[in-house]
């Protein structure tokens, strides 16, 4: 149980629209960055399926994705992004981010994100 829960969403709920607003224009302008570089470190193939699968979205990422965290549910009047990368033709991301048995990693996302 959180304290003062209820205290912290009524503050919530008094700010201003405009400032929820500049607060997700924020938001997704951090993400189109981080998203960038990703792209910029990704490994390049032939198909390119790997830097077209990274991206950002306000709901779920793509079944099978690499993710940075998830928020399960709006409780706290949350509002969040999720970067994603991978999924779909780009399974492979995983095995490029982490490495397999054979494979030596090329990390592009995590690295990313760390630093920024």
């Known amino acids: 149980m959180v304290k003062n829960l209820a205290k912290f969403q ?3 709920r008094a700010i201003p629209l405009s400032v929820r607003l500049e607060v997700v224009r924020q938001l997704e302008k951090e993400a189109d960055k981080i998203v960038k570089l990703m792209k910029a470190f ?8 790997l830097v077209e699968s990274i991206g950002w979205t306000w709901g779920d ?6 993710t940075v965290g998830k928020v399960a549910r709006n409780e706290y009047d949350r509002i969040a992004i999720t970067i994603y990368a991978g999924g779909g033709d780009a399974f492979y991301a995983k095995f490029q981010e982490f ?18």
């Open 42 to 49: 990704a490994p390049k193939g032939a198909t390119r399926q």
């Open 99 to 116: 490495g397999t048995v054979n494979m030596a990693a090329n990390p592009f996302f995590f690295p990313v994100w760390r630093a920024e």
């Open 10 to 12: 009524r503050r919530m």
């Open 61 to 66: 990422a793509p079944k099978g994705a690499i």
